[in-house]
C-alpha cells in the first residue's frame, strides 16, 4: 500500500530526517512514535506532497511513485489526512464540514463499503447532535472527531492521523481512540497514527517505528517495544 524508501527530508537547508525506510501493508494498523520535533508529522507532509518540506527519495502508494507529486492528486488516490492542528472549517456547519469531505473523494473500486454521513453520525453522535453548529463553536475534542468524520467521507485507502488525542482531556481522549478502532474494525482501513507514545494504543497496532532526531531507531512488532522499557522511557523523556 505504502512504501518509503530511503527519503530523506529538508526545511531550506536543515536536515529534519534522514534515510528512512517504512512500509505499510493493506489493512494494516501502523504507529509511528517520537518525541517533539523527531520529524513524525514532517513524514506526514512528506507523503501528502506539501512543501515544505523538500523530499529525496521514493515514496510509493499502491505501487506508483507519488513524490513531490500535488496534495490534491495524492488525496485523489486514496490517501486521507488527519493533520495535527486539526483543520476543521470554522465558519460553516458541521454537516458542511463533512460534505467537504465527500466531495474529496476519489473514485472508488466498485463494491467498497463505503463511509457516509450515516456512519459518520454513527461513529460520533456528538456530531449528529451539533450537526447545524459552527465548526468553531465546537470543543477540542468535538472538532477532533469532525476531522476524523470528515476524512473517513472521501474514503481513503490510507488514513494518516496525526497526535489524534493530543492536547485533549484523558476521558475525551479514550473515546476517540474508541472510535478510531471501532472505525478500523468496520472499514479496514489501513491506517498510520502518530503519537508520541501510547501504551493503550501500541496494543491495537499492528506494527510500530520509532523516531529519533530524524532517524527510525525501531521497527518491529508491538509487543517487542511493549517489553522494551528503555525505548519507552527514551519516548516518554523520562529515561
Ligand atoms: N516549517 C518548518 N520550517 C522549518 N523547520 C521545521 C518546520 N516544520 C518543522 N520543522 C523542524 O523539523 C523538525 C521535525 O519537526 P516535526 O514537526 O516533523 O516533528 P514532530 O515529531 O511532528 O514533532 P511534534 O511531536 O512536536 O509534533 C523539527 O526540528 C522542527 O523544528
Ligand atoms: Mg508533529
Same mark, same amino acid.
Given at each position: 500500500?505504502?512504501?518509503?524508501?530511503?527519503?530523506?527530508?529538508?526545511?531550506?537547508?536543515?536536515?529534519?530526517?534522514?534515510?528512512?525506510?517504512?512500509?505499510?501493508?493493506? +489493512?494494516?494498523?501502523?504507529?509511528?512514535?517520537?518525541?517533539?520535533?523527531?520529524?513524525?508529522?514532517?513524514?506526514?507532509?512528506?507523503?501528502?506532497?506539501?512543501?515544505?518540506?523538500?523530499?529525496?527519495?521514493?515514496?510509493?502508494? $499502491?505501487?506508483?511513485?507519488?513524490?513531490?507529486?500535488?496534495?490534491?492528486?495524492?488525496?485523489?488516490? +486514496?490517501?486521507?489526512?488527519?493533520?495535527?492542528?486539526? $483543520?476543521? @472549517?470554522?465558519?460553516?456547519?458541521?454537516?458542511?464540514?463533512?460534505?467537504?469531505?465527500?466531495?474529496?473523494? $476519489?473514485?472508488?473500486?466498485? %463494491?467498497?463499503?463505503?463511509?457516509? /454521513?450515516?456512519?459518520?453520525?454513527? @461513529?460520533?453522535?456528538?456530531?449528529?447532535?451539533?450537526?447545524?453548529?459552527?465548526?468553531?463553536?465546537?470543543? %477540542?475534542?468535538?472538532?477532533?472527531?469532525?476531522?476524523?468524520?470528515?476524512?473517513?467521507?472521501?474514503?481513503?485507502?490510507?488514513?494518516?492521523?496525526?497526535?489524534?488525542?493530543?492536547?485533549?482531556?484523558?476521558?475525551?481522549?479514550?473515546?476517540?481512540?474508541? *472510535?478510531i478502532l471501532k472505525i478500523r474494525?468496520? @472499514?479496514?482501513?489501513?491506517?498510520?497514527?502518530?503519537?508520541? @507514545?501510547?501504551?493503550?494504543?501500541?496494543?491495537?497496532?499492528? /506494527?510500530?517505528?520509532?523516531?529519533? *532526531?530524524?532517524?527510525?531507531?525501531?521497527? +518491529?512488532?508491538?509487543?517487542?517495544?511493549?517489553?522494551?522499557?528503555?525505548?519507552?522511557?527514551?519516548?516518554?523523556?523520562? +529515561?
Amino acid at each position: 500500500m505504502l512504501r518509503i524508501e530511503n527519503v530523506d527530508i529538508f526545511y531550506g537547508q536543515a536536515q529534519v530526517a534522514f534515510g528512512l525506510s517504512l512500509a505499510v501493508r493493506p +489493512g494494516q494498523f501502523v504507529g509511528l512514535f517520537g518525541r517533539n520535533g523527531s520529524g513524525k508529522s514532517s513524514v506526514f507532509r512528506a507523503i501528502m506532497g506539501l512543501a515544505p518540506p523538500r523530499v529525496s527519495g521514493s515514496i510509493k502508494f $499502491k505501487g506508483a511513485e507519488i513524490t513531490r507529486k500535488p496534495s490534491f492528486t495524492i488525496s485523489k488516490l +486514496g490517501v486521507g489526512w488527519v493533520p495535527e492542528d486539526r $483543520k476543521i @472549517f470554522p465558519n460553516i456547519s458541521v454537516w458542511r464540514n463533512l460534505q467537504l469531505g465527500e466531495k474529496s473523494a $476519489k473514485d472508488l473500486p466498485r %463494491g467498497q463499503k463505503l463511509f457516509g /454521513y450515516d456512519d459518520a453520525y454513527r @461513529f460520533f453522535p456528538k456530531l449528529r447532535e451539533m450537526r447545524d453548529k459552527l465548526g468553531s463553536q465546537m470543543s %477540542g475534542g468535538e472538532q477532533q472527531m469532525l476531522t476524523i468524520a470528515r476524512t473517513m467521507m472521501g474514503n481513503p485507502a490510507l488514513l494518516l492521523l496525526d497526535e489524534p488525542t493530543e492536547g485533549l482531556a484523558p476521558n475525551i481522549a479514550k473515546d476517540v481512540l474508541k *472510535m478510531i478502532l471501532k472505525i478500523r474494525g468496520d @472499514f479496514n482501513t489501513t491506517t498510520i497514527v502518530v503519537e508520541q @507514545f501510547s501504551e493503550e494504543l501500541l496494543r491495537h497496532l499492528d /506494527y510500530c517505528y520509532v523516531m529519533e *532526531m530524524g532517524e527510525i531507531i525501531f521497527s +518491529g512488532k508491538p509487543h517487542v517495544l511493549l517489553n522494551d522499557e528503555h525505548l519507552q522511557r527514551r519516548l516518554l523523556g523520562v +529515561g
